[in-house]
């Protein structure tokens, strides 16, 4: 295998730094305080849904035609606190990522400096994410130890690229889906007021996360991009379907068998996750990172 020693170009190093300069400025002029702007002491009222309907795993299915309009509200109360367990975890590695890659470079690149801030974000979101699944009344849902294992051994190899696309489809598809939920009233304000912090915060962690991927991609050789690109594809698979633990069922007084196998089956909610992530699908496909074998593993997630 050859060796690319090239030496990195300047002016990418200028630009991601030109990006990172008007991180910084937008954070310090638009960034949120959860413990202070969500309202943590209004008892949770069971008259909500906990993300909007249409998002639910079980919506479109026979099952969900046969629930109790308080059914259907206990689930999506489950749901909404699952994903957010998923995004602690996800936010947990990608903390990691950040720092490794940041480790002994330069502390006065404002590229470090947006680095720190993103990491300082994202403690906050995961205590926010953590108190609003406590609120929903949901038990702490972690994905299975087979992801908990592979999420230990992707943080720990993941670099360049990898780390930074990887982050970006975790995001990316949570964007989405947040957008929809904090517009919705028929969702319980406060976690819309939650999804509304994590989307205005996390659009500068995608924007960050764009350009690092496009500019480690700028000195990768072909035999790089290609184990890169399988890589992403294979982390991706494995925070989607991890989103939604199977226990949000029972926990929401249903039959956890029955609603495990017809949400397998549901293809309004693979055609949510699908429209969700088109705009995710062509930027990878931009800067070719969509591989034939890395397409398996999306199609596989049905975000393609």
Known sequence: MAINISRPDPRSHASGDGVARRLLDSSAQLSYDPLTEVD??????????????EWSTLYGTAYWEELTDAQRKALTRQEAASVASTGIWFEMILQQLVLRDIYAKDPTDDTFQWALTEIADECRHSIMFARGAKKLRAPAYRPHRVAVELGRVFKTVAFGEAAYAAILVAEEVLDVMQRDWMRDERVVPFVRTINNIHVVEESRHMKFAREETRRHLARAGRVRRQAH??????ASYVIVTSMVNRKVYA????????????ARANEHHKS???????????????VGLLTKPALYFYQRANLI
């Open 229 to 234: 690109s399988l890589l992403i594809a294979v």
């Open 40 to 53: 943590w002491e209004t008892p949770l009222d069971e008259d909500f849904h906990g993300a909007s309907p």
């Open 272 to 286: 949510m996750m699908r429209a969700s992530c088109a705009g995710l699908m062509e930027f990878l496909s931009s």
């Open 251 to 262: 926990n929401a007084g249903l039959d956890e068998e029955r609603a495990v196998r017809e």
